[in-house]
């Protein structure tokens, strides 16, 4: 008989998933929009999983069918793993095709919905098409409640102690990915198809071929540095281009990328 205890185990994790948010409730200009936009960065895209966000839908009273949302994403290569903002309706539509619902982010988000007062911007915004915005989704799940309350008291009591960047000596080759809670240090070359996330600023001392995102977890000011930019794709806080954006008369030159504006800079280090 197999020892049980060497079977599996539970482990505290983080993962970066996309959140679709939707402000149209047409199904073939939602595609549409998708589809364009994975083909600017189609490995990217590639069998990634997303939560959807239909909470602008729900705030202008657009009537939409989970089902066809789901069905239509699968069918163009994405894996919905989760709806977030849906009623009681839409969520009993999401279980029955075994989505989970983001109900704790419900919460916090339908709270914030409530003290914002409505303005003209948000209303223009739910006219548009449809948005993809990327963001860091953090799933931390304690053991149990006595060690929540016991980190909470601990956090109280002292400062955060800083988080450490983290160093990669070797190179990112095609197929790893590397997640930092900090800051992210390259030291060598990163491959196409490599993917690094940080959830601070992101130094490659070398040539950036694959895929940069920092700022993941909402961090506007990070940014993105690098001796050599032939990256696939760069993105700070959810805000992206890809190479169809960049210029060969950017490489072999130190670049730094960061937000300014909401728009996405591409600038020689000098």
Do not use: W
Request: neutral net charge; charged residues 25%; aromatic residues 4%.
């Amino acid at each position: 008989m197999s020892n049980t205890s060497s079977v599996l185990e539970f482990k505290s994790s983080t993962f970066f998933t996309p959140i679709l948010i939707l402000f149209s409730n047409e199904i073939a200009a939602i595609e549409q929009t998708l589809q364009k936009k994975i083909s600017l960065a189609p490995d990217f895209f590639k069998n990634s999983p997303l939560i959807i966000d239909v909470r602008e839908l729900n705030k202008s009273a657009l009537d939409f069918n989970v089902a066809e949302i789901v069905d239509m994403l699968r069918k163009i290569g994405l894996f919905p793993i989760g709806l977030r903002g849906g009623n009681d309706q839409q969520n009993k539509q999401a279980q029955k095709l075994s989505i989970p619902i983001d109900a704790g982010r419900d919460l916090e988000n339908n709270h914030a919905v409530h003290e914002k007062k409505p303005s003209k911007e948000s209303d223009d915004q739910s006219a548009g098409p449809v948005s993809v915005k990327l963001e860091g989704e953090q799933e931390k799940h304690e053991e149990n409640d006595a060690s929540k309350i016991a980190d909470e008291s601990k956090k109280q009591e002292s400062p955060a102690a800083p988080v450490r960047a983290m160093i990669i000596t070797q190179p990112v080759r095609s197929g790893q990915r590397i997640y930092a809670h900090g800051d992210l240090v390259v030291m060598s070359q990163v491959s196409a198809g490599a993917e690094l996330m940080a959830e601070g600023n992101i130094h490659v001392y070398n040539t950036l071929r694959g895929r940069a995102l920092a700022g993941v977890r909402g961090n506007k000011s990070a940014r993105i540095f690098c001796l050599d930019l032939q990256a696939e794709l760069v993105s700070i806080a959810g805000d992206y281009k890809t190479s169809e954006h960049m210029t060969k008369q950017l490489q072999k030159k130190p670049m730094q990328i960061y937000l300014q504006d909401h728009a996405l800079i591409i600038k020689e280090i000098v």
